[in-house]
């Protein structure tokens, strides 16, 4: 594979002419530009990203593939109000863990158009982990280290993601120090900026490596807890 030089701006074009023309003739069309200005760079990246990641997680899967670490771009059109058939951007994941790739905390990098979301976490609680994350909120030591974490990364300016509850599961005390904690259903930290110059170039890289390493704290908490529950 050829040297990642960044994301070309076709990359942006080619979402926004999506945007325009969400259909399958269109995409048909067109899949060429998506192979070329989509897909290719994000497989670079991913490469690239994956050896500079395994510095700070040494576990993390990188895979270069779609349905690995890269996004298929057909969207799941069956329980949602939204039918158009293609997601008008390109998603990343990078995980570490025993499980399977959607039940372990992991890395996440997100382009479209106008914006870049970047985070890590774990976005939905498999069953198994949110019993395993509900007793370690309320455990003395891993409840006040996650406590610990969550302070860190919120003061770097993320913002915690993953709550759906309004009301404190059933027999958990909602007067507990960390009761909050408790509304969540996955957990995980991000922020949304707009499109840097960075993108096309491989300085994308670095910046997002510097976004990826100020959510460690929380990405190794839930490891540890994946870890533990395995």
Known sequence: ??????????????????????????????????ERYVLAPAQGFVTAMGAK??????GVQAIPKINKSIFRIYRDTRFSKDKTPYKPYVSMLF??????????????????????????????????????YRQAVLHPVHGDALADA?????????????????????GFDPAHPRAELLLYDGLYAGTQTAVPDEL??????????????????????LTALVERTA
């Open 53 to 58: 990641l395994a510095t700070i997680a040494p």
């Open 95 to 132: 995980w570490e863990g025993p499980l399977k790739k959607d039940e372990n905390s992991a890395f996440y990098f997100h382009v479209e158009p106008e914006a870049i979301w970047i985070g890590g976490g774990i976005w939905m609680f498999s069953k198994r982990i949110l019993e395993a």
């Open 150 to 170: 969550i302070k860190r990364v919120r003061r770097r300016g993320y913002e915690l993601g993953g709550q759906r509850r309004k009301r404190v599961p059933h």
């Open 1 to 34: 594979m050829a040297t990642f030089e960044g994301f070309d701006k076709r990359t942006l074009k080619f979402f926004r002419e999506l945007n325009k023309h969400n259909n399958k003739p269109w995409f048909t069309e067109h899949k060429g530009e998506y």
């Open 200 to 221: 096309f170039s491989p300085k994308i890289v670095d910046w997002a490596f510097r976004h990826f390493k100020k959510t460690l704290e929380l990405h190794q908490w």
